[in-house]
């Protein structure tokens, strides 16, 4: 399996960029991963998202990148206050 470098592809928008995450919110409203992962739970993510969970339990918390708040929304029950900051306009818009 080859990889690319998406950078390095003629009109491609870095990512990780502004741009790239203002594409996003205007192609798909949301964010989310657009490839097909081989693995299952638990993975880097589940198991952030289960570690931030317990480490927020009634904390006033600030999540900034939030995206289209999944992560947002996920944990507004255990934190005794969550606040979502996005810079794409279409993610907040979603959220």
């Known amino acids: 399996m080859k990889f690319i470098d998406p ?10 960029s502004f741009e790239r995450y203002k594409q996003l919110g ?3 409203g949301i964010y989310k991963y657009t490839w097909n992962s081989l693995l299952q739970q638990p993975n880097g993510e589940s ?11 009634n904390k006033k918390v ?5 995206g289209h708040g999944d992560f947002t929304l996920k ?3 255990q934190a005794k206050e969550i606040v979502g900051f996005n810079v ?8």
């Open 7 to 16: 950078s390095t592809l003629s009109g491609g928008i870095p990512p990780y």
């Open 47 to 57: 198991i952030f998202d289960k570690e931030a969970a317990k480490m927020i339990i």
């Open 62 to 66: 600030l999540d900034v990148g939030c």
């Open 88 to 95: 794409t306009e279409n993610f907040i818009k979603i959220g």
């Open 26 to 28: 205007n192609l798909q």
């Open 75 to 77: 944990c507004r029950l």
